[in-house]
């Protein structure tokens, strides 16, 4: 199965400011997510990224605080911008299911706190 | 509309008890996909299951198995003999079929936190 590195693993930010988190992917992908888990809660979409093409949001989420870059089929990018204390959470990214193991694997997470 | 439910929040049981977790799901589809994860407290996502939607045939995997019943639209998970390290939160999640926009985004329910207890 495909196997992703995601980074930072963690960091504290100060509101304000904006992250990008990485996400590299060991084979070539078709679609990519991106995920947010607030503490506590389940996962949310936040938006599918292809390559080649602008990523589409789910409801709730807008390119202006998430902007997402997909260059290649390796490789993708989720900045969170202006951030405030209601950002922190865990952020994932996944790729599309694998063929083999028919799973969608994810990304180790990056813990954002926002102070 | 929530299309996965796990109406256990949390569930503690004693080691080496059973314990079955709870996800009904909601789908139009005829074509979908049903999957489990594990959380443990370090955060990542491992992959359990996937179902697809014409395999209704249950599935044992060690002390792991599956119900899978579209009469009732359920996706049931049993630990048997409980270990101190499936502590973890569940999740029960579904892909439906091909969105142009989302693709096969996964919707995951609520999860279930298990607490197992020497």
């Known amino acids: 199965s495909a196997v992703i590195s995601q980074k930072p693993s963690r960091d504290i930010c100060q509101r304000g400011t904006s992250l990008t988190i990485q996400c590299q992917v060991d084979s070539q992908v078709t679609m990519m997510f991106w995920y947010r888990q607030q503490p506590g809660q389940s996962l949310t979409l936040i938006a599918t990224?292809?390559?080649?093409?602008?990523?589409?949001?789910e409801s709730g989420f807008v390119i202006d605080k998430f902007p997402i870059s997909r260059p290649n089929l390796t490789f993708s990018t989720l900045t969170v911008s202006n951030m405030s204390p209601e950002d922190s959470s865990i952020y994932l990214c996944s790729v599309d299911r694998d063929t083999e193991s028919y799973g969608y694997t994810f990304g180790s997470g990056t813990r954002l706190t926002v102070v | 509309a929530q299309k996965v439910t796990q109406a256990q929040t949390e569930i503690s049981v004693v080691e080496k008890e059973d314990v079955t977790l709870d996800c009904v799901y909601e789908?139009?589809?005829?074509?979908?996909?049903l999957f489990w994860y594990k959380q443990p407290p370090s955060g990542e996502l491992v992959f359990l299951i996937r179902?697809?939607?014409?395999?209704?045939q249950n599935e044992i995997s060690g002390r792991y198995s599956w119900n899978f019943q579209k009469s009732t639209s359920s996706f049931n998970f049993t630990i048997t003999a409980s270990q101190v390290v499936d502590s973890a939160v569940y999740f029960c999640?579904?892909?439906?079929?091909?969105?142009?926009?989302?693709?096969?985004?996964?919707?995951f329910g609520k999860g279930t936190s298990l607490l197992v207890t020497p």
């Open positions: 179902r697809n939607s014409f395999d209704e």
């Open positions: 789908t139009r589809d005829t074509t979908y996909y």
């Open positions: 990224a292809n390559q080649g093409s602008e990523a589409t949001y």
């Open positions: 999640a579904l892909s439906e079929a091909f969105n142009s926009n989302s693709g096969y985004a996964l919707n």
